[in-house]
T-cell receptor, first 116, second 119 residues
Framework: AQKITQTQPGMFVQEKEAVTLDCTYDTSDPSYGLFWYKQPSSGEMIFLIYQGSYDQQNATEGRYSLNFQKARKSANLVISASQLGDSAMYFCAMTPLGAGSYQLTFGKGTKLSVIP | EAEVAQSPRYKITEKSQAVAFWCDPISGHATLYWYRQILGQGPELLVQFQDESVVDDSQLPKDRFSAERLKGVDSTLKIQPAELGDSAMYLC?????????????????FGPGTRLTVL
């Protein structure tokens, strides 16, 4: 079984500042993938960034980077230079990389509010 | 940019009625997922298709929910009869292919969802 924990129900950040959203996970699978999705109030889940458990480098996608610490089982999302449009729910998710279903297991999310 | 299409965007129904949701995945995506997201929670998988075959429906309440993907392209999720507890966002996602045992996975791309309210 897999479990994702996001301990920050809500976060505030000043526009143009950086913010870190926490994510810890638990799994018995030796190989897994970690994702972050953004969900604006409109409801669509928007893919942001992916990290494989065997990837040597931390993933980066534009203003998004993933601080992956395998020993600590954490996969924190860092957003640099926050913008007003970053205000949304952010979900951390994971999937096993092996035979069978590739269902994503999601955390409960963190609501990010960017302050002008 | 290709997108996952879903309809309707919003649905209000009374309990005991039947409802149906439609999803058209990104062209060429072999794998299709239906998730349910209750307010304040993350999405949870209901059913996964690989082409027209069900890969995982272990969390689908089969007494009232059904899903099909007859030609391996678009998909329909049905609830009959709807209950008050079914009020939620229903999200469809697709990925190019689920590569079992390949040690990697393809990103799942989501549609805009159908927000269901059962009165």
């Amino acid at each position: 079984a897999q479990k994702i924990t996001q301990t920050q129900p809500g976060m505030f950040v000043q526009e143009k500042e950086a913010v870190t959203l926490d994510c810890t996970y638990d799994t018995s699978d030796p190989s897994y993938g970690l994702f972050w999705y953004k969900q604006p109030s409109s409801g669509e889940m928007i893919f942001l960034i992916y990290q494989g458990s065997y990837d040597q480098q931390n993933a980066t996608e534009g203003r998004y980077s993933l601080n992956f610490q395998k020993a600590r089982k954490s996969a924190n999302l860092v957003i640099s230079a926050s913008q007003l449009g970053d205000s949304a729910m952010y979900f951390c998710a994971m999937t096993p990389l092996g035979a069978g279903s590739y269902q994503l297991t999601f955390g409960k999310g963190t609501k990010l509010s960017v302050i002008p | 940019e290709a997108e996952v299409a879903q309809s309707p965007r919003y649905k209000i129904t009374e309990k005991s009625q039947a409802v149906a949701f439609w999803c058209d995945p990104i062209s060429g995506h072999a794998t299709l997922y239906w998730y349910r997201q209750i307010l304040g929670q993350g999405p949870e998988l209901l059913v996964q298709f690989q082409d027209e075959s069900v890969v995982d429906d272990s969390q689908l309440p089969k007494d009232r929910f059904s899903a099909e993907r007859l030609k391996g392209v678009d998909s329909t999720l049905k609830i009959q009869p709807a209950e008050l507890g079914d009020s939620a966002m229903y999200l469809c996602a697709s990925s190019r292919e689920g590569l079992a045992g390949a040690g990697r996975t393809d990103t799942q791309y989501f549609g805009p969802g159908t927000r269901l309210t059962v009165l």
